[in-house]
């Protein structure tokens, strides 16, 4: 599993398209290790799976609950097996030391999308280890729209004093639109470091707060680097800037949201990235409708 330090990013989620793709970010950076595209290419059954991970002598179960959350994201597994699978890696969870196993059985919770997991990836957010949090969190926010769940844990998390949780915990709430977490996010609009602070404000977007106006259009007139200056490296690099104004703009042509129309016709005659011109272009074109 990755330390604190790693850059991660969000796994796929409906609104992380539009929020904070290059902010909050994957923790699967660890998986190069000897033999493991070997191990991850054997034909296994998800019941084999959750017996590896159950297993007191296989020494990989981590990569076992990795293969895991695979099958389920490509849908391999019946839904009618999904008890049994979330009573199973719920025990394995509980007995399991290694960070690594808890994070991926979290992952392969989350990605199972079913209300019964939901016990457990709340336990996730009380974990020890900072990725596992982090999983949790996000598989909450993969999980199906109008959840019964209690946010206070999630919403405490705001407060976090890791950023990446910070930026997951955003991305969460402000994805189910928890209308208790639209103040706390607001907020985050004050916070010193600069992917929080824009993370609440292209959040703010599906509630549609105008408090997040000012935070917004300093994005989209953030300067790209020029790379042959010789000055000290951005906070951000070109990628960076384009994929954020990109989830600005796609979050605000989502959310159906024109007030900041005018500014997207500037971006659209004058912003020197194509892609984000365009997009622009494209997002004016269905606000005005």
């Excluded at 935070?215 to 989209?220: A, H, P, S």
């Amino acid at each position: 599993m990755s330390t604190p330090q790693t850059q991660k990013k969000i796994l796929e989620n409906p609104f992380v398209g539009s929020l904070v793709v290059p902010i909050a970010i994957v923790l699967f950076g660890s998986l190069i290790i000897f033999g493991i595209t070997k191990m991850l290419s054997s034909e296994r059954s998800y019941k084999d799976l959750v017996e590896e991970i159950q297993s007191k002598t296989f020494g990989n179960k981590w990569v076992a609950a990795y293969e895991l959350s695979k099958q389920i994201n490509s849908s391999q597994i019946p839904q009618a097996e999904y008890p049994w699978l979330v009573t199973n890696l719920t025990e394995a969870y509980k007995q399991s030391i290694d960070p690594r196993t808890r994070g991926f059985i979290i992952a392969a919770l989350g990605a199972l999308k079913t209300n019964i997991a939901l016990p457990t990836l709340l336990a996730g957010l009380n974990d020890s280890d900072l990725d596992v949090k982090f999983h949790a969190i996000v598989s909450i926010a993969n999980m199906p729209k109008g959840i019964q769940l209690d946010w206070s844990k999630l919403i405490s998390m705001l407060e976090s004093n890791e950023s990446i949780l910070k930026q997951a915990a955003v991305l969460a709430l402000a994805t189910h639109m928890v209308p208790a977490a639209q103040l706390p996010i607001k907020k985050l609009l004050q916070d010193s470091n600069l992917t929080v602070k824009y993370a609440a404000a292209t959040a703010l977007i599906a509630y549609k707060d105008e408090d997040a106006v000012p935070t917004l259009k300093d994005i989209l007139l953030i300067n790209y680097p020029d790379v042959k200056a010789r000055v000290l490296p951005p906070a951000l690099d070109a990628q960076q800037i384009t994929d954020l104004k990109l989830s600005v703009i796609a979050t605000l042509q989502k959310s159906q949201w024109n007030v900041l129309n005018s500014f997207l016709l500037d971006v659209s005659n004058n912003d020197l990235n194509n892609s984000v011109a365009t997009k622009a272009k494209e997002a004016l074109n269905l606000l005005k409708k």
